[in-house]
């Protein structure tokens, strides 16, 4: 059971450059989300999805893309990325029908040139 | 939405030495969680705690959510504990919202 994870770990972009980070669930959980992390704060929230086929924008969505096409997986999108989208970015997931604790990826390192 | 505010900001300890951790938040909240981050950036579920107390180890978790606050103790601290804590609350909506987090130094 691996949990959640994300890949890649870490990532140096050019401006204007684009990327997809995956994320995956092994817990069958109906609700996933992306947040980033920037020094001195705590997390926020980019997008979240309820379930599959399904997404919706969080505190901070400007620049971001997501898609949800499995169950399993949430596939954050960067089309031209910006030096300020340099973070760690982070995944999670939940249960929709046991406690609503949320569990975490490991976190994506991107440093945008 | 709602506003969580952690205190204090930074905590340096001596190592053997108790601490506690106050997270405060404006509203009702159907889910509250503590979590650890690590000097490697991990986050690491501390508690699941939307009110009620437990205790793992040498950390417990109070929560009194009539009053819209929580609480997280540290007792005989060790170097290990250093890092980051952060409060992260729900409201009703399917979305954590999380505090600045507390800075812990514990020192040999």
């Known amino acids: 059971n691996a949990g959640v994870t994300q890949t890649p770990k870490f990532r140096v972009l050019k401006t204007g450059q684009s990327m997809t980070l995956l994320c995956a669930q092994d817990m069958n959980h109906e609700y996933m989300y992306w947040y980033r992390q920037d020094p001195g704060m705590g997390l926020r929230l980019i997008h979240y999805s309820v379930g599959e086929g399904t997404t919706a924008k969080g505190e901070v969505p400007d620049g971001y893309n997501v898609s949800r096409l499995k169950k399993q997986n949430f596939l954050l999108g960067l089309e031209s990325a910006a030096p300020s989208q340099t973070s760690v970015y982070f995944c999670?997931?939940?249960?929709?029908?046991?406690?609503?604790?949320?569990?975490f990826g490991p976190g994506t390192r991107l440093t945008v040139t | 939405g709602i506003q969580v505010e952690q205190s204090p900001p930074d905590l340096i300890l001596q190592e053997g030495a108790n601490s506690t951790l106050r997270c405060n938040f404006s509203d009702s909240v159907n889910n509250l969680q503590w979590f650890h981050q690590n000097p490697w950036g991990q986050l690491i579920n501390l508690f699941y705690i939307p009110s009620g107390t437990k205790q793992n180890g040498r950390l417990s978790a109070t929560t009194v959510a009539t009053e819209r606050y929580s609480l997280l103790y540290i007792s005989s601290s060790q170097t290990t504990d250093s890092g980051v804590y952060f409060c992260?609350?729900?409201?009703?909506?399917?979305?954590?919202?999380f505090g600045a987090g507390t800075t812990v130094t514990v020192r040999a």
């Open positions: 999670a997931s939940r249960s929709r029908d046991r406690s609503y604790e949320q569990y």
């Open positions: 992260a609350v729900e409201p009703n909506d399917y979305k954590l919202s």
